[in-house]
């Protein structure tokens, strides 16, 4: 392993380890740091298993690294895919399902086929800018360690690089809460009482045994609750993790939630047998910061589809901001024809050199980062921060100075689906028909 690396990536999850695949494949000395055992990140480890989305309005907008690696996935396990060209359906309903177990497995082995080095179980412990580029300090089970890398990719989600490095970071004053994944099991859903049901959780909120955002939903929570079998509907509200001990306290936080939620319902009318068919070991965390960078998205430029003339990617998400109580989701489409493009300068925290983020941390407000920070998204802005990286360490240049057009070209030859600033994509992404419209899919 090498103590000195074109580019260093933080966090192996959705951003993260197609930004090691892509930098790694475009022939950078290459190294992935992640702190699990795992990589995916909220995917894996976190169980939300579910990649979107990566078509808008039935054409496909996001592919290249992440949709490799999630489409593979899918072949091994004999996932049938959704039909994306119904874009009237809901959101949910056009994600992919994967098996994390399996595409764990497909990241190891993609990262390893890239000539990528990886190191699981560690952390950054510090973050230096140098003349000739950074100063990393890891550490590992064996202790710490420095190397050197001419670019540095923050994909840790919280910014964790940024923070260490002395730059900004933006927190919202009401984060959007946790959840905590489980499925479960050990009952017929069609055969239960849920006006009775609903009574009981009203009681037991009413009582203290249950918190009234427990559920997401004050009224009549109970039929969707256990149709769905729990899957990432119990809310950990409050939760950040931009330290350790506020990893520790999210983590508490989500099992005596859920532990709290499992009591009441083992003693339910019809729930005796309730079992607990998987669970995730993290608990999953929707906001903690982002960076300021040298421009920062707004929920206008989102649901507007601005066309930024440094976009490097696409993203495609309705707005979804969770209430910080935990009691509901505001949730708005965007209006039929928006496809959204995320700019290389969000991406670049200012004041620096050599860096990038890629991820839930790239700069946005609350409610446009609650679009973009899903996993297709992050994997678009992964390849992209890759491929930046990647060519500014052989052009000996900072990731702003890279020419736009080496990158969209670098990231089309790798797969990836580019915004075009001189209109040819948007050209053809207009061309779905109008809801409603003599030409609208049957």
Same mark, same amino acid.
């Given at each position: ?195 009775? /049901? ?8 009413? +009582? =203290? *045994? $249950?918190? &009234?955002?427990? !559920? ?77 960078? /040298? ?8 649901? +507007? =589809? *601005? $066309?930024? &003339?440094?976009? !490097? ?77 990647? /060519? ?11 020419? $736009? ?38």
């Amino acid at each position: 392993m090498s103590e000195r690396y074109d580019v260093v990536v933080f966090g192996g999850g959705p951003a993260g380890s197609p930004a090691a695949i892509q930098a790694a494949r475009l022939g950078a000395r290459t190294l992935l740091v992640e702190k699990n055992g795992a990589l995916g990140g909220t995917t894996t480890v976190a169980g939300v298993a579910l990649p979107g989305l990566f078509h808008a309005w039935g054409r496909q907008i996001i592919a290249g690294v992440g949709w490799e690696m999630v489409s593979r996935t899918a072949a091994l396990t004999g996932q049938e895919l959704p039909d994306f060209t119904r874009w009237d359906l809901p959101h949910y309903k056009l994600q992919v399902p994967v098996q994390p177990a399996v595409l764990a497995a497909v990241i190891d082995e993609t990262i390893m086929d890239s000539g990528a080095d990886l190191l699981l179980h560690t952390m950054v412990g510090a973050a230096e800018q140098t003349d000739s580029g950074w100063r990393l300090t890891l550490c590992g089970k064996e202790g710490l360690h420095t190397v050197e890398a001419a670019m540095v990719v923050d994909a840790t989600g919280d910014a964790d690089v940024v923070a260490l490095a002395g730059l900004p970071r933006r927190a919202n004053r009401a984060r959007q809460p946790g959840t905590i994944m489980v499925r479960l099991g050990g009952y017929d859903p069609d055969a239960l009482d849920y006006d009775l /049901l609903d009574a009981e959780y009203e009681q037991a909120v009413a +009582g =203290g *045994r $249950l918190l &009234p955002g427990d !559920l997401q939903r004050f009224t009549a929570p109970m039929r969707k609750f256990l149709r769905s079998r729990g899957e990432n509907s119990i809310h950990v509200p409050g939760v950040g993790a931009g330290t350790s001990a506020e990893k520790t306290s999210a983590e508490i936080a989500g099992r005596r939630t859920f532990l709290r939620v499992y009591r009441f319902l083992r003693g339910l009318p019809g729930l005796d047998g309730l079992t607990v068919e998987r669970w995730a070991t993290e608990t999953g965390v929707r906001e903690t910061y982002t960076i300021e960078g /040298l421009e920062r998205i707004t929920v206008a430029d989102y649901t +507007g =589809g *601005r $066309l930024w &003339p440094d976009a !490097l990617s696409y993203s495609f998400y309705p707005v979804d901001v969770h209430s910080s109580d935990g009691d509901g989701i505001d949730i708005r489409p965007l209006a039929h024809g928006v496809v959204p493009t995320v700019p290389r300068s969000a991406m670049i925290p200012q004041h620096s050199h050599g860096l990038m983020v890629a991820g839930r941390s790239v700069a946005g407000d609350q409610e446009a980062n609650s679009a973009y920070r899903v996993q297709a998204s992050c994997m678009a802005m992964g390849q992209a921060a890759g491929a930046t990286t990647a /060519l500014a360490a052989h052009l000996g240049v900072a990731p702003v100075d890279v020419p $736009l057009q080496k990158i969209r070209a670098a990231l089309r030859a790798h797969g990836a689906i580019v915004p075009d600033v001189a209109g040819e994509d948007e050209t053809a992404l207009s061309t779905q028909p109008e809801p409603g419209s003599s030409k609208e899919r049957p």
